[in-house]
């Protein structure tokens, strides 16, 4: 299945016409470190949801910013309903003053809260070289989103699971006047649906996430 992820370097979107192009799933940039917001997102999320695009939306991880803070800044931005694809963290900032055990350790924090905040496991999003450098072997309970270009598909250790793969930077998509982001998903319709915001009891209605 195909996708995209969009950020504000799109701009405006023409999400109707992204619907045309036989896009089945988006991923959006919300946040990064713990108070910028993607001026584009509520746009995109909105508008996405309008054409029936299964949605997602992702954080800019900036390692030496408080992972606390990185975290709720998420929480406070993004509401999830159910059917919408799990939330994603984008791990690919150098600090070299951050050790890689430390990293990790600060990752493993933001997943966990996002996952008993929204009630779905997240998905690391990452690129070839840094998920070989840092993250290799390190998260076996978590679905990895990897970037690798020049059509040569990802390699991961035998412990860990890729969902996607972001194959190239320069895709041309109806609807989207700059170069983005493109995406394969590994399976169908029903398993991009295991990496989705469960449904909740219809008593519950719909799944509130801003505080």
Partial sequence: MH?????????????????????????????EGDYLKDPYFERNWEHARQQGI????YHFYLPWVSVEKQLEHFKRTVTLQPGDL??????????HE??????????????TGIEAHYGVKPIIYTYQKYYDQKLKGHFPGYHFWIARYQNAEPILHSKDKMAFWQYSEKGIVKGIEQPVDVNWFYGDVAALNTFCVPALPASNGVMAQNE
């Fill in 86 to 95: 799990a939330p994603v963290l984008d791990v690919e900032t150098i600090a």
């Fill in 98 to 111: 951050v050790p890689d055990a430390q990293l990790r350790t600060d990752i493993r924090k933001w997943l």
């Fill in 3 to 31: 996708g995209i992820d969009v950020s504000r370097y799109q701009k405006e979107v023409n999400w109707e016409h992204v619907k045309e192009s036989n896009i089945h799933f988006a991923f959006m940039k919300a946040t």
């Fill in 54 to 57: 299964k949605r997602g939306a």
